[in-house]
Structures are given as C-alpha cells and as structure tokens.
C-alpha cells in the first residue's frame, strides 16, 4: 500500500493567520488566550524590612487582596504543658552578661529536652533576660548579690533541684563559672556527676578525663564541653514561664572583697577574655606592648612572627598554634593567613588595622581600620590614656 501524499494546499487553508493577517502555517485554532499580566496595575504584597514590596506570585500569605492587607494573628508560643521530664540549665552570666556560651548551653539542653519529650528549664541567678526565643519552657529567675559568694549560688541551685526534681541538671564547664558550681553541687547532694562532655545523647555520654574518652549513662550533673555550646537556640518563640523559687538563708562562710587587678598580657590565650595579636605589619613593638598594656590584653601573634622570635611559641594564634575564642581579638597588621583566620574562628568580635582594603583580616572584622597599625596604636593608646584620666 503506498504512502498518503500530503497536500500543501489544504494545510495552507487550514492554518491561522498572524496579527499582520499573513498565513502562519502549523497554527491551529485555540480557546481563550490568558489575560496578560498588567505591570502597571496595583501589585499586592507587604513592605520587607528594606521597604521594598514583596509580592509571593504563587498567592501565599503575602498577597494582600484588593489591596487590603490581611493581618496576621499574634506568633503563638510553643507550649510544652505535661514534659516526661525537666532539664535545668544554669545559665553562667558573668556579670549579668548573656553571652554566645549561656545561648550554647541553652541549645544543647533543649536538643536534649526535645529527644525525651521534656522541658528546659533556665536558672539565671544575676540578671534579668528575655529567654523566650532560646528555647527555654520554664524561667527561674532570681537576683543574687553581684558580689562572689559560692555558697549562695550553691544554695539556690539546690533548692531548683529540690523544687523541680529534674532528670538533668547542666553547666557551662567554664572554670570559675559552670565548671566550679557544678563540681560544689556535686559534693553536696551526691549525685552523679560528668565533667567536660563532648558528646550528648539520652542513652550515652562522653566525656573528657585523664586524657581519655569516659562512656556511660548521662549523669544527673553533667558540664558541657565547648563543642557542644558552639550551636545557637532556633528561634522559636517558647513559653518561657517564670517560677518561682523560694530560697533559705545561706550562711556566709565567704567575704568577697573585689577583684584585684592581675596583668593578663602573658595569662593562656585559651582563657583570655581580650587578645591583642600582632603580625608582620607590625614594626613598632614598644607601642604594641604599650597598647596591650593599657587594655590588659593578652599577647598573641601571628606565625610570622613567632616564627622570627619577636614573641614566644606559646603566643601563636592559629590552626597550628592556640585556637582561641576571646570576646574581643584586636588583629596588629596581621593579614590573614587561612591557618590564622581558623584560629579566630570562635572569635566574638574581631578589630582589625591593615593597609591593605582587600587582606582576608579585614574582609572576617566586624569592625576594620585601614591604615598603618604604627599610626593607630599610639593613637588608641593615647586615646585610652585620656578616658582613664577621667
């Protein structure tokens, strides 16, 4: 059988034709075509933080219709009214301060809380802090004396466990903080206790000792290792209920009378609060000393110069010398060499003085100075010297 011919002809007569009336072959006859969009017309949407309109063109919760704006209802809190069990984190608080390691201990008791369908409980003996949106069901919050006195806190720690009876009671291990109100609490109820753990979960802990790894049930006290006070709370909004805690008279076995100045320019660069580091852009090195001096920051420095003697081996800040996580890090002419920039990765605030715009120092600063480091530190020194005069 042969093959059907096709006929031009008839295929012409049956195509459309174009807006300019000429035949256009292979169209066929379709139903309505879909309006098209005006970019005029009103666009519905809500104002983003920057004012700009944001429009979702899939019709979610941001289009507003006709124009109106459709508001949303309160954000309802995550309410966790019949927990299996209680955590209770014992926030450090230096000073009153919340800082990025109380917002670590919070996470890592509500990642524990969440696995057995129970609740945080967040003690905070100085200071009084919103913790509603760092995962904290329950808040008790009291206002101890800011004066140093171990058995006070003690005290109130151990009434939270006599009111509360929780599962776990976790700390910071932060020497003179977490560390040291955990170690007294232990001593005092007998309970089991964990130090430094760097692995959590319900069923099994690790923890550092006499250098090697401790495996076993979580204890009822437990420290908590750095690494797992590196993760931040998610935001959600939580209830954050606030308990009262009744609390008996502690007998006063300690007079605090202040802190005595002590120079931290050579203290660990792992236990300082403030390093002051210099690198090769440093050619000054009395006013450097003197700068470090006036703020009583700790001395560090890049390899460079450990590695010509201009300071001690023990000074090196970096992947391959001392990672360190200070509040502050004052970066001297110092580029920025990866090995470097690991060593400050936990850093909470970097200052950094280079000459160079592009040094990958100034791109991790939150706050950069460019210009010549032998120009701004006695600059910053002098600058010190005239607030310290009143």
Not at 102 to 122: C, F, I, K, Y
Not at 144 to 166: C, K
Not at 303 to 320: F, N, Y
């Amino acid at each position: 059988m042969s093959r059907v011919r096709r006929d031009p002809h008839a295929e012409r007569a049956r195509a459309g034709r174009g807006p300019s009336g000429r035949v256009r072959m292979g169209v066929v006859a379709a139903g309505p075509a879909r309006p098209r969009t005006d970019p005029h017309a009103l666009r519905a949407g809500v104002l983003a933080p920057s004012g700009r309109l944001r429009v979702d063109p899939h019709g979610g919760d941001l289009v507003q219709h006709a124009g109106v704006l459709v508001e949303q209802g309160p954000e309802q809190p995550i309410l966790v009214a019949d927990p299996a069990c209680l955590i209770l984190a014992v926030l450090d608080l230096p000073d009153g301060r919340l800082e990025r390691i109380d917002r670590g201990l919070l996470s890592a008791a509500r990642d524990l809380a969440d696995q057995l369908d129970g609740a945080v409980v967040a003690l905070t003996l100085r200071g009084r802090h919103d913790l509603s949106r760092l995962g904290a069901d329950r808040h008790i919050a009291l206002d101890l004396p800011d004066s140093w006195d171990p058995d006070a806190e003690l005290s109130a720690i151990a009434a939270a466990l006599d009111t509360l009876s929780p599962r776990h009671v976790l700390f910071a291990e932060t020497p003179l903080l977490g560390a040291d109100r955990a170690r007294r609490l232990a001593i005092r109820t007998g309970l089991g206790s964990a130090f430094a753990v760097h692995r959590l979960q319900p069923s099994e802990i690790r923890a550092r000792g006499a250098g090697t790894d401790l495996v076993g049930l979580p204890p009822p006290i437990m420290t908590l290792h750095e690494v797992l006070l590196a993760d931040m709370p998610e935001p959600s909004l939580r209830e954050a209920r606030p308990v009262e805690l009744t609390i008996g008279p502690a007998p006063a076995a300690i007079e605090d009378l202040g802190e005595m100045p002590v120079d931290l320019t050579g203290a660990p660069l792992t236990e300082a609060d403030m390093i002051a580091s210099a690198g090769d852009g440093v050619t000054d090195w009395s006013a450097f000393h003197e700068l470090a001096q006036i703020l009583n920051a700790t001395v560090g420095g890049s390899r460079i110069v450990c590695d010509r003697g201009l300071l001690p081996r023990d000074r090196q800040v970096g992947a391959s010398g001392t990672l360190v996580a200070p509040k502050a890090y004052l970066a001297m002419g110092i580029s920025g060499a990866a090995q470097h920039l690991q060593g400050i990765e936990r850093c909470q605030r970097v200052v950094a003085v280079n000459t160079d715009l592009h040094a990958k120092m100034i791109e991790r600063a939150d706050l950069a100075i460019v210009a010549d480091a032998q120009a701004v530190m006695p600059a910053l020194a002098s600058l010190l010297r005239e607030r310290d005069r009143g």
